[in-house]
Every structure is written in structure tokens, then in C-alpha cells.
T-cell receptor
Framework: AQTVTQSQPEMSVQEAETVTLSCTYD???????LFWYKQPPSRQMILVIR??????QNATENRFSVNFQKAAKSFSLKISDSQLGDTAMYFC???????????FGSGTKLNVKP | GAVVSQHPSWVICKSGTSVKIECRSL??????MFWYRQFPKQSLMLMAT?????????EQGVEKDKFLINHASLTLSTLTVTSAHPEDSSFYIC???????????????FGEGSWLTVV
């Protein structure tokens, strides 16, 4: 069974600085999808970034980038130039290649301080 | 952009009654839909995966007779909580997969979630 682990329940960062959120996962599959989602107090899930396991190049989306280490089964999220609006819960997620499993980690609460 | 609508946003029901939550994909055909339960300050727990026209696949520990999931069309999946009890009170979220065109397909969209309170 696939599992997703986020070992940092809560993190803080000063506005404009950089922060990295950790995620590891366990799977026996060779190809799959990985995601980072943001959940603000409204509870709406917002896609931050996505990575296909067959792609070696790390995904980037503006201030957000990932460090995908397939062999280590690690998928960390780096947020550069942190903004107050980045304050939210961040969830790492794994999806199987057949799209029938979509699991989330326990989440990291990120506080961006002014 | 593509939207998933979840209804109702809030529902209060009496213990012992059943309540239905709908999840609709508004402008795409969702071949797969996922149902989650989220307790306060906790993660999204996958309850089941539903594919259109077939029975839902439930995660271990989820009672399929209590949480009935139906995916009768490519745009609608429903979760029915039968004989609800206070411990079923929670935030329920659905998500839907849009296979889309090859280049940008397999995008997941989330509903707004439904707060269920059983009294």
C-alpha cells in the first residue's frame, strides 16, 4: 500500500524568505504522480504543483519548486519569496498511475510572518 | 476553468437518518471521483474511489454499507451516509479527475466540501 509522510506538522517563515516542506512516500510502483496542495482556512483544495514520476526534471511554478528524488522517494516543496498569502495547510499527495489511488500526507501548517 | 460543485455545503441531520452529498463536474466528464473525510486539523482520509458505471472501491476500514457511493454518470457521484450518528459528523470532500486532452489531461479538481453535523 502507498503511504505519504509529512514529518513537519508546523513551520514558520519570515515574509520574503524561503522555506522547504518535506514529504516522503512509499510505493512499489515505478510510475505515478505527486502533488502539493494548499488548503487555506476556507478548506478549498488548491493545486500548487504537480510532478510526473517518469520526468526527471523537477517541476516549477513561479515561486514554487520541488526537489524530486525518485530513488529516495522524496518530494519536497520549496517556496521562495514567501508571502503572507502562502499561510495555509500544505498537503503532499500521491496518485497511482491507474488513477485509482489518491492519498494525502498528514499536512504541514505553514505560517508566514510579517 | 473546470469546476467541481459539491452540494450541500452544510447539512445538519438527526441521528438515525440518512443524508446525501452530491459531487458534480460542471464542464468535463469525470471518469474517476474520489471521496474523502477530513477531521479537524487532520489530513484528507481517502474513503473510496468511484469509476463511472462500476462499484466504488472502498479503502480498508470504511464501511461500504454505511457510506454508499454511486457514480451513475460521468458528471455526478453521490455519497450517502446511512443511519448517521454523531461520530459521522465531519467535513467530506470530493474530487474528480478530468482526463482531458493528452497534453494537459489527468487534472484533479476538488469540490468545496460539505460539513455534516449529526445531532
Amino acid at each position: 500500500a502507498q503511504t505519504v509522510t509529512q514529518s513537519q506538522p508546523e513551520m514558520s517563515v519570515q515574509e520574503a524568505e524561503t522555506v522547504t516542506l518535506s514529504c516522503t512516500y512509499d510505493t512499489s510502483e515505478n510510475n505515478y504522480y505527486l502533488f502539493w496542495y494548499k488548503q487555506p482556512p476556507s478548506r478549498q483544495m488548491i493545486l500548487v504543483i504537480r510532478q510526473e514520476a517518469y520526468k526527471q526534471q523537477n517541476a516549477t511554478e513561479n515561486r514554487f519548486s520541488v526537489n524530486f528524488q525518485k530513488a529516495a522517494k522524496s518530494f519536497s516543496l520549496k517556496i521562495s519569496d514567501s508571502q503572507l498569502g502562502d499561510t495555509a495547510m500544505y498537503f503532499c499527495a500521491f496518485m497511482s498511475l491507474d488513477f485509482n489511488k489518491f492519498y494525502f500526507g498528514s499536512g504541514t501548517k505553514l505560517n508566514v510572518k510579517p | 476553468g473546470a469546476v467541481v460543485s459539491q452540494h450541500p455545503s452544510w447539512v445538519i441531520c438527526k441521528s438515525g437518518t440518512s443524508v446525501k452529498i452530491e459531487c458534480r463536474s460542471l464542464d468535463f466528464q469525470a471518469t474517476t471521483m474520489f471521496w474523502y473525510r477530513q477531521f479537524p486539523k487532520q489530513s484528507l482520509m481517502l474513503m473510496a474511489t468511484s469509476n463511472e458505471g462500476s462499484k466504488a472501491t472502498y479503502e480498508q476500514g470504511v464501511e461500504k454499507d454505511k457510506f454508499l457511493i454511486n457514480h451513475a454518470s460521468l458528471t455526478l457521484s453521490t455519497l450517502t451516509v446511512t443511519s448517521a450518528h454523531p461520530e459521522d459528523s465531519s467535513f467530506y470532500i470530493c474530487s474528480a479527475r478530468d482526463p482531458g486532452p493528452q497534453a494537459a489531461g489527468n487534472t484533479i479538481y476538488f469540490g468545496e466540501g460539505s460539513w455534516l453535523t449529526v445531532v
